[in-house]
């Protein structure tokens, strides 16, 4: 059975392709930081409240703009350049640039906007430098940091409550494209983000997930003290300065345990971690899908899923998640693929769940924590139908299955792969319609 489970491959998983080289111990080197943000070829992705920037008409979608002119027409952006744009981009980079090495509390002040560092795109994940050496220009058509690291930067940009520099930004696209101005905005509809393209995709995950964390961490979680993003902005730094030493009896000073910690992993951009399983019959044959009361009107079935625990290992929080929300007891638990998930910012670990049926285990039960609307088995040929052939398919409930953007849908075909079909002799899958 395993033998036949269709490979997946985890490098095309939506939002999880590798497109950048996140080089993060960079981030702390205040040169590379400041030589790279104001680099020409440096490509910038914007954001408002956490939603990214795009164009709507635009192949890709997001909207990348670069510093100098002509580094990203090749990818269908805006060919002119942000330093086109006038002084004030510059004095922009210039000031956040120096703010990001004195570490200034400022860099949290309304009006500024925050830059994170993303990493650079460079040969290792595919770029052809010799192409860019080729090419005769003025302009410098990637960085080259001290002949070790050459490339082109990507910073992530959140632009809340930065009026002028929003409008500096759009003005700038407006003037030298021929977008339509109701096609550019801000998006937070989720038909966007699963139609980004999957190196777009990538991009966005990446960068919201940074830009959102440090939005919503304003304020030191062990004293309360403001905190500022440092290291172009892939940590977050306590205010407090506080020692312990100062501490007594009247004094009510907080000594903070964050700042202070040995290990101060409060500090860190935070993933959550959640397990995903398509639940299977050991012959594969047979594949339980749950209705959650949120999607209950969609009528989509999906995958058992749920958050983590502190100190539960991947198989046990599956076991458990299972048990909880259906009732039915699995034997054996297999990791088959991860995927981030950017809403907010999730790593889904992907698994199928096998149930040894005796009677017992596979008996679906709804009691214990009330998530669900419905939980059933189905025929794993009505799935191989829906992925399949899903227009001659007899659907009398008019059920759906997740996007095939989803990891969940991944994850249910690969059980559908890996059954044997009852329609043919032949191992061969039929051919793919989607
Ligand atoms: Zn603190």
Known sequence: MEENMSAVSQDNIYFGKEVINRVSFLREDNEFVTSSVLHPSTRFIFFENSNPLVDKESEGKLVILSNGDNQVSDKGGVSKGLFSAGDEWQQVLSAWSEDNKNQDMSLRETGKPVFVFLGIEDESVGLDLTHLKSLESSEEKYLDYQGRYQGIPYYAVDLSGCGSVRDLVVDHILKNTSVDPSKLFFTY??????????????????????????????????????????????????????????????????????????????SFPRTDAVVIAAVASTDCT??????????????????????????????????????????????????????????????????????????????VHLGHDKELADARWFDVEFLRGLIYDFDNTPNPDSLIIPQDVSVAYQLIKSVVDAAPSANSNSSENPSNKL
Not at 297 to 311: D, N
Not at 329 to 344: D, I, N
């Open 189 to 266: 509809s989720r038909n966007h983000f699963f139609d980004l393209g999957e190196v777009n995709a990538s991009l966005y995950s990446h960068a919201k997930m940074f830009v959102e964390w440090i939005s919503r961490n304003r304020f030191c979680p062990g004293c309360g003290h403001a905190v500022i993003p440092v290291h172009a902005g892939g940590k977050l730094k306590c205010t407090n300065d506080t020692v312990a030493e100062k501490r007594s009896e009247e004094d009510v000073t907080y000594k903070c345990p964050v700042r202070n910690a040995k290990s101060s992993n409060a």
């Open 286 to 363: 047979k594949v339980l899908l749950s209705l959650s009361r949120r999607y209950a009107q969609l009528k989509m079935y999906a995958c058992t899923a749920g958050f983590m625990e502190p100190s539960e290992t991947v198989e046990t929080a599956v076991r458990r998640e299972l048990w909880e929300e259906t009732g039915v007891s699995c034997s054996s638990v297999e990791l088959k693929m991860t995927q981030p998930w950017p809403f907010p910012g999730n790593l889904m670990i992907g698994c199928v769940a096998y149930v040894d049926f005796n009677g017992s285990n596979e008996v």
